[in-house]
């Protein structure tokens, strides 16, 4: 594949949608490991990927790493 090859691809690539365009709210997947280096995860629609990471901080004080992955929610259906 060449530059020109990818150029073109991303020239079609639909608009990504942005949390201004799906209602302002994002799904985050959030990761928690404890200090005894046992991890979990959740998945959940907050309005802010900062809102995620603070309420897993209120539920789990101890935790030596909280990180959250964040895209756009676009209603009922999902990620569109």
């Known amino acids: 594949m060449n530059v020109q090859n990818v150029a073109a691809m991303n020239a079609e690539a639909p608009p990504q949608p942005t949390p201004a365009t799906c209602g302002g709210h994002v ?9 005894d280096g046992s991890v979990g995860e959740h998945t959940g629609i907050y309005s802010h990927s900062v809102d995620a990471v603070v309420r897993a901080l209120e ?13 756009p929610f676009c209603g009922a259906g999902g990620v569109q």
């Open 27 to 35: 799904v985050c997947l959030v990761t928690i490991r404890m200090p």
């Open 59 to 71: 539920l789990f004080p101890q935790a030596c790493k909280v990180s959250a992955f964040a895209w």
